[in-house]
């Protein structure tokens, strides 16, 4: 196997295998604490074939479906080595089988010996030809799907078919009450096969795509090596204890993450595929013509951040540019309104420290951060009409951030646009 293709492989495999093991024995804690401890001899010998089915045939799975798309991902076909890749999972089902055998011959000889010793290491062997039969046939799924090969970085024909039914998604969600969202659709996929699709609010209000998709609709379907197919740059914040979505997707292991743009507000733009890099997941974007459509379906979303289309695409187009509407200008203002403004901003600073202490030490001390949030928003309500005035920036997007200003485990967007609109609004005044 290709060197790339197999070091990629190899790494994903070792990252996702211990996840798995993991699942499967909580699930078994779990079980056992519910229902009480096995207590025969049999029940334990029972429970290790149980428990070997699920873990061989999760392993086999992901071993398979890693090997796939990193041959894929580096431009390599999957059918010079379809012998190769079912001999090694084939290897790693009899392993585990030969472990489930020790296993059983273990309680056996310590209690004298099992009423079916022989039925039960058959069982064993059937479970083995089963899952490696499996991973044959979907072996030859892959060779059927799989095209010419492609150069790294380049899209496939499902690639294609993804990026299209993610948009297709973001289509269908439907306006929510108060601030303007984003209309999101991500698609999760591994080997060509596609797992699920989501968009946002698609089974609760508010709920992110890459949420819906991955705990809604995936939660117990182990997506390590997969990739996600997202119309936006995955968000790197949220209110806790909600997770962002750039750590939900390192958290189960994905892959490869597909973008359609990035993210409108200049502030946090490029934030979640920087987080993706560091993690060492592939990042990509959608072609320009899917991009077109994504900017279309956000138009009023993106209409928040006046200097969104150059932030997002820089390079799309030579033609000139119409001159930006020219600002009002800057108000005079009497030496305590100023020191206000500077108050503000000396305010917002502190609170954002106090949140990174807080964050590092793992100790939230939510009465004194909502005392100083409470004591932050009617200074910056007050000042909202000169902010929006000095920085074009519609008065109601002004105190929708206002208001949507919180604690985070991260860098809250509200609040980080409030920051940047009263520093420009100081900085623009004679």
């Not at 119309?231 to 949220?238: D, I």
């Not at 100083?372 to 200074?379: D, M, S």
């Amino acid at each position: 196997m290709p060197e790339d293709a197999r070091t990629y492989a190899d790494t994903r495999f070792q990252i996702c295998a211990p996840e798995i093991r993991e699942g499967i024995e909580a699930e078994r804690a779990a079980l056992r604490q519910s229902a009480g401890p096995f207590g025969s001899p049999m029940a334990r010998a029972f429970e290790v074939i149980e428990d070997t089915k699920k873990l061989s045939k999760a392993l086999a799975q992901a071993r398979l479906d890693t090997v796939v798309d990193s041959l894929r991902r580096f431009g390599h076909s999957v059918r010079p080595y379809r012998d190769l890749i079912l001999n090694e999972v084939s290897a790693g089902v009899r392993a585990g089988g030969a472990s489930a055998q020790a296993e059983i011959e273990r309680v056996s000889l310590a209690v004298g010996g099992l009423p079916n010793t022989s039925g039960l290491l058959a069982d064993v062997n059937r479970t083995e030809a089963e899952i490696i039969a499996d991973a044959a046939r979907r072996l030859r799924l892959a060779e059927l799907e799989d095209g010419p090969p492609r150069a790294a970085g380049t899209s496939t024909s499902y690639d294609i078919a993804f990026m299209r039914l993610a948009v297709d998604e973001a289509a269908k969600c439907v306006p929510e009450t108060g601030r303007t969202r984003p209309r999101v659709g991500a698609v999760v996929a591994r080997g060509g096969v596609l797992l699920a699709s989501a968009h946002r609010g698609e089974l609760k209000r508010g709920e992110h795509a890459e949420y819906t998709v991955l705990e809604g609709k995936l939660e117990t379907t182990p997506v390590a090596g997969a990739t996600v197919y997202t119309t936006l740059e995955p968000c790197t914040s949220r209110n806790p204890p909600k997770m962002p979505c750039a750590e939900r997707l390192i958290e189960r292991k994905i892959a490869r993450v597909v973008i359609g743009i990035l993210d409108p507000n200049p502030e946090i733009s490029g934030r979640g595929q920087r987080r993706l890099r560091e993690a060492n997941i592939v990042t990509e974007f959608f072609p320009s013509d899917l991009m077109a459509e994504i900017e279309e379906l956000n138009r009023a979303f993106s209409a928040q951040f006046p200097s969104a289309g150059a932030a997002r695409r820089p390079l799309e187009t030579n033609a000139p540019s119409a001159a930006p509407a020219p600002l009002p200008p800057p108000p005079s203002l009497e030496p305590a309104e100023m020191r206000g403004l500077q108050s503000l901003l000396d305010q917002i600073a502190r609170f954002e420290e106090l949140m990174a202490g807080m964050r590092q030490r793992h100790e939230w001390d939510t009465p004194t951060m909502l005392t100083r949030l409470e004591a932050l928003r009617p200074v910056a309500s007050h000042a909202a009409p000169l902010l929006a005035q000095s920085t074009g920036i519609p008065e109601p997007t002004v105190r929708e951030w206002i208001r949507d200003a919180d604690y985070t485990d991260g860098p809250n967007e509200a609040l980080v646009a409030l920051r940047f609109v009263v520093k420009k609004t100081i900085d623009g005044l004679p």
